[in-house]
């Protein structure tokens, strides 16, 4: 189902550039402060053993499901309170690690583009399409199990270590024997050494998806952004050295390589475990589980690159490039925010997974949080796109307009409810989150070749706005029995963002009709987008001031080691 619908393109479009982002991290690092809470380290843990979260699809009873074991005297239970603050602080780091990350990135690249030839990148883009689904099937669902199946015994996941190793090599080996028949595919003789060579990243990282999933079950959120800042920041320094001394694609090869190899030996240094023969029955829960979120993926997969394979193979490159710019803008606030809660939440969620007044709480908490962030900004785009696109771009991406509009409606629906399926993997029901994928993986294809071939790239993008929300709408409703969350008390957490939003969404379009059109594209966008933020402003501080007023004091008390419950901004909700 729709737990993808988060990062839809992570595989295939780096996002771009977005302020707000960093704005958004940097406030959430001043109220974290810069230590990070001992209670990370010990919350959520299974046991004193020391033992990543991927999620793939949204997702009740009545299903078959993957059950979660109950808890044993001996697993700790953890206090909200100090789940608050690992929640926040784990926000902090991961957004700080990220932003970090995506500088240096751009930097790196920027450089690297004029040492390197278009070729260069070519030929390494070759091997990605093809090593970007082993990319997908290699972790195996196994980081999902460690941080959810928190029942598992050291013995397991000593055979879920040795099982990944093994993964590992399988993938490395499918992508050797896959070398040259994929070098003659593409009648490119470079290209099967590439592939080779780049295929023992699956062995170097396999070393790493259970430890790191320890790390992230105990929530070890500061551990695990330095890894990735320090990984990041050693991929970058490398790619720009061996540009300049002149190795050309293998420049984003072995920096590649050498980046997993010091992020892989990083986590080890921080957390370790030890190997044993995986046996069928001792890890039958586990391989139960993995199993449906590996196919979830591949649904995911599917249905997510579908709509890019019709527009290329129906109506041309021109049109696939003016919907792949719609879709990477109007994806912005999805890439940058939701992301980055969704790479937190998993365990949290996992370590509150018998504890459905938990579970409610932190999902309408985050759900409103999400909601007041990224409906103003998916709103906003729809409004003001024509402005932007022809002022920004040029009027020769006018044919984007309309797909760019009806992509950030759908956005704002997807920005928000990636949280519901989570809830649902972190309570065992993997097999309907499975199933739900499947049916969008059979369903959705479709629907875009259809309503592509009438309508083009607005047809594509209408599919998202109207087939894909009726064919997960009915998972989420389950998803809210199966925790007891009454349907109209979900979307109250969702009304301060929408009415706000409705209303900065007249006062863009009144704007838009009244101002002169003598006016330079430039000033009637800057107006646009100054009114708009203006009135949503003032919309939540004077029509939901309480709201607003509730997640202030329940920031401060998180860092001040006071939360209490209570504060929840969910649990003092006004009437709608």
């Known amino acids: 189902m729709a737990v993808a619908v988060a990062t839809p393109r992570a595989l295939r479009c780096p996002g771009r550039s977005d302020v707000l982002f960093g704005c958004c991290t940097f406030a959430a690092i001043l109220v974290a402060c810069p230590t990070e809470s001992r209670a990370a380290k010990n919350i959520g843990k299974v046991r004193e053993d020391p033992s990543r979260w991927s999620w793939s699809c949204d997702r009740t009873p009545r299903m078959s499901a993957q059950p979660v074991a109950s808890p044993s005297p001996q697993q700790a239970v953890p206090n909200t309170r100090g789940l608050d603050r690992s929640l926040l602080f784990g926000i902090a780091w991961t957004g700080g690690a990220k932003w970090a990350s995506q500088l240096l990135s751009w930097a790196s690249t920027l450089i690297v583009a004029r040492l390197l030839t278009p070729e260069d990148f070519g030929l390494v883009g070759m091997a990605s399409l093809f090593l970007g689904l082993i990319t997908l099937l290699s972790e195996f669902g196994l980081g999902s199990a460690i941080v959810t199946l928190r029942h598992l015994d050291d013995e397991q996941v000593a055979q879920l270590n040795a099982l990944s190793a093994l993964v590992g090599l399988a993938s490395c080996a499918t992508a050797c024997a896959a070398a040259i028949p994929l070098g003659n595919f593409f009648a490119t003789p470079e290209l099967p050494a590439v592939v080779v060579v780049t295929s023992a990243g699956f062995v170097i990282n396999s070393f790493r998806t259970v430890p790191s999933s320890i790390l992230q079950r105990d929530l070890r959120f500061k551990a695990l952004a330095a890894v990735e800042t320090g990984r990041v920041f ?343």
């Open 234 to 576: 050693v991929l970058s320094v490398s790619m720009v050295v061996f540009a300049v001394l002149g190795l050309r694609y293998w420049t984003l090869v072995i920096g590649g390589l050498i980046s997993s190899a010091l992020g892989t030996g990083a986590v080890l240094l921080l957390q370790r475990h030890r190997f044993a023969w995986p046996r069928r029955q001792a890890l039958n829960s586990a391989m139960t589980f993995s199993g449906d979120i590996l196919l979830g993926r591949l649904s995911w997969y599917t249905y997510s690159n579908a709509d890019f394979l019709v527009a290329g193979r129906i109506l041309g490159k021109t049109a696939l490039g003016l919907y792949e710019l719609g879709w990477t803008i109007a994806n912005v606030p999805i890439e940058k925010i939701t992301t980055l809660v969704t790479q937190v939440t998993p365990p949290i969620f996992s370590a509150v997974q018998h504890d459905h007044a938990a579970l409610r709480r932190y999902l309408l908490g985050l759900t409103e949080g999400l909601a007041l962030i990224t409906y103003p900004l998916c709103f906003g785009v729809a409004l003001v796109a024509p402005d932007f696109v022809h002022f920004a771009l040029g009027d020769k991406w006018q044919g984007a307009i309309v797909p760019l509009q009806l992509l950030a409606l759908s956005a704002g629906f997807r920005a928000v409810t990636p949280l519901l399926p989570q809830v649902l993997i972190a309570i065992g029901q993997t097999r309907l989150a499975m199933k739900y994928a499947l049916l969008c993986a059979v369903v959705l294809p479709g629907a875009f070749y259809l309503l592509g071939k009438g309508w083009g790239t607005v047809g594509i993008a209408l599919a998202w706005v109207l087939v894909f929300p009726g064919l997960v709408l009915p998972a989420y409703r389950r998803v809210l029995r199966a925790i007891q969350l009454p349907g109209w008390e979900f979307l109250r957490a969702l009304w301060p963002a929408l009415s706000a939003s409705l209303l900065m969404a007249a006062t863009v379009a009144t704007l838009g009709w009244a101002v002169p059109q003598r006016w330079a594209l430039g000033y009637r966008l800057a107006a646009q987008v100054v009114a708009g933020a203006m009135v949503y402003v003032v919309a939540c501080l004077t029509l939901h001031r309480h709201r607003i007023t509730t997640f202030y004091r329940f920031l401060r008390a998180v860092r001040s080691g006071d939360a209490r419950p209570g504060l929840d901004a969910t649990a003092q909700s006004e009437n709608a």
